[in-house]
């Protein structure tokens, strides 16, 4: 029963952002529960390095690397054609790369940097559902899941517009699950608090942020990314059948319900 529920044989997943962080930490989990998984980011040396390390870290030869930069949105059919061509289908999409090239005053934003994350970080995949879903809702089946952040909750004087579409990606989950459910389609993001990734290094690696993991944090710590391992293979797996339209926090308990 334990090993059925969470069994991940059968499905084949694309995860965009799996080169370093919390993509790759779920890319081994995803593996080592047995999917056969398309890694994506943008720097092709490093994601075949990756894809040898999770060969051997997992056991699971089934990893295909693809190098895509997910701000060029145009060309994402080179992206899921070749997922397709190496899966055959694709049932989880993981939709877990996010830019952030503007720190400072939304009243400020130029036109481009706000384009950049809102375009990247929303429409992009907005755009990779669109280019799956169909496949998906003659299945009869999928699961998507975003990477969204706790910055989703919450006004910031420096990460406005990030956060801005950090929530706006919680808009399009929430839609996309009212219009798939009927498909038996699945839609779910995560919302990492402050996790220990080069992403957020400018955040966590100071004074600053080791106090706020005292102060603000309940568990005490900063995350890590295997704290991501458990909810990539939940929401993946048939465990989570009946979850949908979900933001779920991950952040050691520093947003919590209210
Ligand atoms: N760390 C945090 O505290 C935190 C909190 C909340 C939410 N998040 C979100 O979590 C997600 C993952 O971030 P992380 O913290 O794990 O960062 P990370 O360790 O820096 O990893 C980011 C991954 O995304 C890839 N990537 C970056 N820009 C890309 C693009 N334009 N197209 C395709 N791939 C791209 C990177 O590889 P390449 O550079 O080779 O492309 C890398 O594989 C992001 O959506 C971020 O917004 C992070």
Redesign the pocket.
């Known amino acids: 029963m334990r090993n059925e529920l969470f069994n991940l044989s059968d499905k084949r997943v694309l995860i ?9 930490a779920m890319a081994t989990a995803l593996l080592g529960y047995g999917a056969h998984v398309v890694i ?4 092709q040396e ?2 075949e390095a ?1 894809a040898q390390e999770l060969k051997e870290s997992t056991g699971n030869d089934k990893v295909y690397p693809y ?5 060029n949105e145009n060309e994402m059919s080179s992206l899921t054609d070749f997922a397709f061509d190496r899966l055959g289908y694709i049932d989880v999409i993981v939709g ?5 090239p503007y720190y400072g005053s939304i009243e400020e934003i130029s036109s481009d940097a706000y384009q950049k994350i809102m375009n ?2 929303v429409y ?1 995949n907005l755009k990779l559902v669109n280019l799956i879903s169909p496949s998906m809702r003659k299945r009869g089946n999928g699961s998507i899941i975003f ?5 989703a909750f919450k006004p910031s004087t420096g990460l406005g517009a ?1 956060n801005m579409s ?1 929530l706006s990606l919680l808009g399009l989950t929430r839609n996309l699950a009212a219009e798939l459910g009927p498909f038996g389609i699945r839609v779910n993001s995560i ?10 290094k400018a ?2 690696d100071s004074p600053e942020g080791e106090k706020r993991a005292k102060s603000d944090i309940p568990l005490g710590r900063l ?1 890590e ?1 295997d704290d991501f391992k458990g909810i990539a293979v939940y929401l993946a797996s048939d465990a989570s059948s009946y979850m949908t339209g979900q933001a779920l926090t991950i952040c050691g308990g520093s947003n919590m319900w209210t």
């Open positions: 965009t952002g799996a080169s370093k962080g919390m993509g790759k994506s980011s943008r720097k490093q994601l990756c190098a895509f930069n997910m701000s877990n790369a996010g830019v952030n990247t970080n992009a990477t969204s952040s706790i910055g990030y950090k919302c990492p608090g402050l996790i220990k990734t080069d992403f957020a955040i966590w995350g990314i």
